[in-house]
């Protein structure tokens, strides 16, 4: 009777390591390393920072670069807190393309006819 007592307990307590395996292992394999999360954030926070600056050039006053920096990266670590590395990098991607297409136009609007 007590081996049957011992075996339920060890059975147990297999199976609990392994959904506690597999739950870290979930979870350390989702998230990126902090100084690379860090960096995208600063990164994304250039670019749209870059973008915003170059549509509405004329059309309104920004706060300094820092102050407008500073929270928009603080916005971007909040806004990424639960997104896997590719759909970051998917942004990234994105706001490059957008900073890239604005640099042509205004390149191709210098250029006179």
Not at 40 to 64: H, Q, W
Request: hydrophobic residues 40%.
């Amino acid at each position: 009777m007590k081996h049957s007592y011992k075996a339920v307990v060890w059975g147990a307590v297999v199976v609990a390591a392994l959904m506690l395996a597999v739950f870290l292992g979930y979870r350390l394999h989702y998230r990126m390393p902090l100084k690379e999360y860090t960096a995208n954030a600063l990164y994304m926070a250039v670019l749209d920072d870059e973008i915003c600056r170059r549509e509405l050039d004329g059309i309104t006053e920004f706060p300094s670069k820092k102050e407008s920096l500073q929270y928009k990266y603080h916005l971007f670590l909040e806004m990424n807190r639960k997104k896997s590395r590719k759909d970051i990098e998917r942004e990234i991607q994105e706001l490059e393309k957008r900073l890239n297409s604005l640099q042509e136009e205004k390149r191709d609007s210098a250029i006179p006819s």
